[in-house]
């Protein structure tokens, strides 16, 4: 189950403890803000694309929307979200849980920028009924991801 190997991934940084379940589903940003009780905003929702060098996660807030013109600026090619049946394999992770904790070898995250608004955010932890509390630091470095980018949509 992808949820232990998310705790398994965190148990050597003294976190494990810090993962949430919930009795409800918490597979969607609307779903994860009431299980939460706070702002959809503070969902870190979880993208999956196929890049130009393999599978990449973005990272993102609830309440943003990813822009495609942003993203083939960054990644040279356009945003091609990975397939249901393909998350899973490519990942490590369902659709509902996916999180950039406990992935497959291979995969690239990036943080979208927007998320340092935030004193914390609320990532899934692999499951459709989990997530941990963290700030948007801890996000990056327990993520390994390479970096904070502006990929998403502007404010109309």
């Known amino acids: 189950m992808a949820i232990e190997r ?3 991934y965190f148990r050597p940084l003294g976190r494990e403890q810090d993962i ?3 009795p409800v589903s918490s597979a969607t940003v609307e779903l994860a803000a009431q299980a939460l009780h706070c702002e959809p905003a503070l969902i870190a929702k979880t993208l999956s694309f196929m890049g130009p060098d393999g599978p990449l996660l973005i990272v993102m807030a609830g309440d943003k ?3 495609n013109k942003k993203f083939k600026a960054n990644f040279h090619c356009k945003a091609k979200m990975l397939k249901g049946d ?3 394999t490519l990942i490590g992770h369902a659709i509902g849980g996916v999180c950039p904790f406990g992935i497959n070898e291979g995969v690239t995250v990036y943080l979208d920028a927007t998320l ?3 004193d914390h955010v ?3 932890c692999g499951s459709s009924n989990s997530a941990i509390k963290l700030t948007p630091d801890e ?3 327990y993520a390994h991801a390479l970096g904070f980018i502006d990929i998403a949509q502007d404010p109309a």
Do not use: N
């Open 139 to 141: 996000l990056m470095t």
């Open 65 to 67: 929307k990813l822009d």
């Open 116 to 118: 340092r608004r935030f």
């Open 6 to 8: 998310v705790r398994d």
């Open 86 to 88: 393909e998350v899973e």
């Open 20 to 22: 949430m379940e919930f």
């Open 122 to 124: 609320y990532p899934a």
